[in-house]
């Protein structure tokens, strides 16, 4: 289908490993948006990209954290020395405009030991 | 406190009952006002998007909101087996934070035959 696709789906890891998360957006949405969902804490928004502008990093919760997007479309999340509080499923979603729809990916999960 | 809360019940029901979902809110700059539903290991998929205090319908869902109660809430009609999922309410400002959503933390639903 055209829908957002993340990789991996499943992702296990040891504590203080570097791990890259990968987000497909749908062709043509210009906004792309990062989101973890804890469980019992809801999605937590993490960064956003729109267009050419500078991305706003404010949801990110560590220096361990960051992400890119290459050509304005495929987005990396990348988590360096990982911890064990940084296992979740990490969402990815787009829009066809800052303010439009948000459509979301099925998510990674993350299970960091 | 959290500036959206969410009951994250579960909540179990009947096949055909009626079922009422809420999220209170604490920040008075939240304007647009949405519900998201998310199935077990899937990405959340928007079901409604409110922006007035009053009623919106959409088939068996009405979404309601109350800016001056800082309250939102959905009615689910006819409840279905297939309605199970969580429920998220999610909302965002009209100036500034682009497009960037804060969720609540879900509610899990169950309709039973």
């Known amino acids: 289908g055209a829908g957002v696709s993340q990789s991996p789906s499943n992702k296990v890891t040891e504590k203080g490993k570097d791990v890259e998360l990968r987000c497909d957006p749908i062709?043509?949405?210009?906004?792309l948006y990062w989101y973890r969902q804890s469980l019992g804490q809801g999605l937590e928004f993490l960064i956003y990209?729109?267009?050419?502008?500078?991305?706003?990093k404010s949801g990110l919760p560590s220096d361990r954290f960051s992400a890119e997007r290459t050509g304005g479309s495929v987005s990396t999340l990348t988590i360096q020395r990982t911890q064990q509080e940084d296992s979740a499923v990490y969402l990815c979603?787009?829009?066809?405009?800052?303010?439009?729809?948000?459509?979301f990916g099925p998510g990674t999960r993350l299970t960091v030991l | 406190q959290k500036e959206v809360e969410q009951d994250p019940g579960p909540l179990s029901v009947p096949e055909g009952a009626i079922v009422s979902l809420n999220c209170t809110y604490s920040?008075?700059?939240?304007?647009?006002f949405m519900w998201y539903r998310q199935y077990s290991r899937k990405g959340p998929e928007l079901l409604m998007y409110?922006?007035?205090?009053g009623n919106k319908e959409d088939g068996r869902f009405t979404a309601q909101v109350d800016k001056s109660s800082k309250y939102i809430s959905l009615f689910i009609r006819d409840s279905q087996p297939s309605d199970s999922a969580t429920y998220l309410c999610?909302?965002?400002?009209?100036?500034?934070?682009?497009?960037?959503?804060?969720f609540g933390t879900g509610t899990q639903l169950k309709v039973e035959l």
């Open positions: 920040n008075s700059a939240f304007q647009y």
């Open positions: 999610a909302m965002k400002g009209v100036t500034g934070g682009g497009n960037k959503l804060t």
């Open positions: 979603a787009s829009s066809s405009g800052l303010y439009n729809e948000q459509f």
């Open positions: 409110t922006y007035s205090s």
């Open positions: 990209f729109q267009g050419n502008s500078a991305p706003d």
């Open positions: 062709s043509g949405h210009t906004a």
